[in-house]
DNA sequence: ATCAATTCATAAGCTTCACCTATGAATGTC
DNA sequence: GACATTCATAGGTGAAGCTTATGAATTGAT
């Protein structure tokens, strides 16, 4: 057999108090029970530890070197159990995850200011990517889950929608388009437009729904930023094609959004995970924070 | 209950192996115990250390800061048994003991020699003070037992005679020196001689043993340090009434020692410990070499 | 695609060890 | 000298830990 931890917690106590009962009532166990804990140590560590007669107990030379080194494995021990215990309780540690660039400036600033609200020691560590290297990124690095938009299956990979984008357009809140409750693509197709680029996935999807449909963007402008889109649209060049989502209300206060219809068209907002891993407890607050948060907006 | 070091020992073996069955292996347990062992552990500590399908076993984030408390706590434990083993084998240690200055001076650098040979790496502490000191200091500090001539008895103290010196006539090696076997002390009063002052112990002995017998000594000089007498013997100013084992060798060569008898006066170099205390092994070692050493001389 | 092999988890049984109660021995105290 | 306190030990009991056996899942080969 080797040395115990049980064994050096009565040994330092043993030290502390000088007295084998004192110490064993403070670990809660019989007197007898430590005893026998220390005559075990002394035989396993092949030393004597104690100079005891039935009146006295007197820690031996060895005793007083061995104090530390048991003192500080037994610190160690509680410091791990504690440290572990903040983990499990998601009120210590470190989220490390993967956002897509859109996500990442709409949708999760709010997000991320209600976890802070009742996580306040979590470190959060949120890379955002261009779309296209959301899957790689979280595939190749240490992040333990991302949030955008994806399409498709992967492999070792769970997906899970959060919310849902409606394709919309967005402008300035004017009396007449505040009125309206959507927009069709067609009425769109007579208005000053800002679309993304051809070749952004928001684009993609646009051109393949409407192709579809037999229908066509021709839109004023194409721009490749986000921001971009939002900050013509405020200036009143025309309305933005963009999920809703997309639009971050505190920054483009002047702003809002109608969605577009026949067709409407949506985009997932999801939550991927890799397969067989789990997620740390304060990535899981995190991702409950998350849904909750989501799909409240959505609904 | 608590963690134990035998959960981490399965714990940082699985970590490094990545594997229970290989883990278990090295700890020689079987795959089921070490599985046993890492949900024990996860348990205690309230996290999932480990992602495990039945084909692999991938360390979570909280196994990555767990593994280096738990492997200093293994290391500390590995040391401290180590450390202890070369105590228990008299390897590694300090001796701290007291020693009255004649015997610091004439008897101990021969042990001390020996012992160094055989134990190099133990620390050795000798303190040396006046006879009078000698038990004073022994209760007092740390020191673990004394060697020197002491009288009577002593609470809780247990004295062990190691070698007897006889009172010697110590003069220059000349030719009719160095015939004699001994000198009787009525032959010593017609020589000039070097005495130690009255107030010493040696001095004190001689004068009860000589009153006993009607006899009576009249030193030429009364000195207070017994190298002051040596000194002033190996300049010729007379012979030296000292014990034989208080003349360094070493140190006069041009000096002999002569047994004085009529009587023979022997004061014992006695070994002095606390009861109920255990030297440490060092310490137990090196009275082992003090006993063969002195047993050797007095033979 | 099927089969063999590997790996982890679980169940059942047994051994061992750890603790408790009871008692003895020693020592300091009134 | 009687009493109280403290440590050690013995015997009994229950729990904990390990092993063997088996099941389930996944990988790799035929």
Same mark, same amino acid.
């Given at each position: 057999?080797?040395?115990?931890?049980?064994?050096?917690?009565?040994?330092?106590? *043993?030290?502390?108090?000088?007295?084998? %009962?004192?110490? $064993?009532? @403070?670990?809660?166990?019989?007197?007898? +029970? /430590?005893?026998? !804990?220390?005559?075990?140590?002394?035989?396993?560590?092949?030393?004597?530890?104690?100079?005891?007669?039935?009146?006295?107990?007197?820690?031996?030379?060895?005793?007083?070197?061995?104090?530390?080194?048991?003192?500080?494995?037994?610190?160690?021990?509680?410091?791990?159990?504690?440290?572990?215990?903040?983990?499990?309780?998601?009120?210590?540690?470190?989220?490390?995850?993967?956002?897509?660039?859109?996500?990442?400036?709409?949708?999760?600033?709010? *997000?991320?200011?209600?976890?802070?609200? %009742?996580?306040? $020691?979590? @470190?959060?560590?949120?890379?955002?990517? +261009? /779309?296209?290297? !959301?899957?790689?990124?979280?595939?190749?690095?240490?992040?333990?889950?991302?949030?955008?938009?994806?399409?498709?299956?992967?492999?070792?990979?769970?997906?899970?929608?959060?919310?849902?984008?409606?394709?919309?357009?967005?402008?300035?809140?004017?009396?007449?388009?505040?009125?309206?409750?959507?927009?069709?693509?067609?009425?769109?197709?007579?208005?000053?437009?800002?679309?993304?680029?051809?070749?952004?996935?928001?684009?993609?999807?646009?051109?393949?729904?409407?192709?579809?449909?037999?229908?066509?963007?021709?839109?004023?402008?194409?721009?490749?930023?986000?921001?971009?889109?939002?900050?013509?649209?405020?200036?009143?060049?025309?309305?933005?094609?963009?999920?809703?989502?997309?639009?971050?209300?505190?920054?483009?206060?002047?702003?809002?959004?109608?969605?577009?219809?026949?067709?409407?068209?949506?985009?997932?907002?999801?939550?991927?995970?890799?397969?067989?891993?789990?997620?740390?407890?304060?990535?899981?607050?995190?991702?409950?924070?998350?849904?909750?948060?989501?799909?409240?907006?959505?609904?």
């Amino acid at each position: 057999m080797n040395v115990t931890l049980r064994q050096l917690r009565a040994f330092t106590g *043993v030290y502390r108090t000088r007295s084998i %009962t004192r110490a $064993a009532r @403070e670990l809660g166990i019989t007197q007898s +029970a /430590a005893s026998l !804990l220390i005559q075990q140590l002394e035989s396993q560590l092949g030393v004597k530890l104690f100079d005891r007669s039935t009146r006295s107990v007197r820690p031996t030379l060895a005793a007083d070197e061995a104090v530390h080194a048991a003192e500080r494995m037994l610190g160690d021990a509680l410091g791990l159990s504690r440290r572990m215990r903040d983990l499990a309780q998601a009120r210590a540690g470190r989220v490390a995850f993967v956002a897509s660039a859109g996500a990442a400036s709409a949708l999760l600033p709010l *997000v991320l200011a209600k976890f802070r609200e %009742t996580h306040p $020691a979590i @470190e959060i560590d949120m890379r955002d990517v +261009a /779309a296209d290297d !959301l899957v790689p990124r979280l595939i190749a690095t240490d992040a333990e889950f991302a949030i955008g938009s994806v399409e498709g299956e992967f492999a070792d990979m769970t997906i899970e929608t959060l919310t849902r984008g409606r394709l919309s357009a967005i402008g300035r809140r004017t009396a007449d388009f505040a009125a309206r409750r959507s927009l069709t693509w067609d009425e769109l197709a007579q208005l000053p437009t800002i679309a993304m680029r051809r070749a952004t996935r928001i684009r993609v999807q646009i051109d393949q729904a409407l192709g579809a449909q037999g229908k066509h963007l021709s839109p004023t402008y194409e721009v490749t930023l986000i921001n971009t889109a939002l900050a013509m649209t405020a200036q009143g060049l025309g309305l933005a094609i963009l999920p809703a989502t997309m639009l971050p209300a505190d920054q483009f206060p002047t702003l809002i959004a109608k969605p577009l219809v026949r067709p409407a068209i949506t985009r997932p907002v999801s939550l991927l995970q890799r397969q067989g891993r789990t997620l740390s407890p304060a990535a899981q607050a995190f991702v409950a924070t998350a849904r909750a948060v989501l799909a409240e907006r959505s609904g």
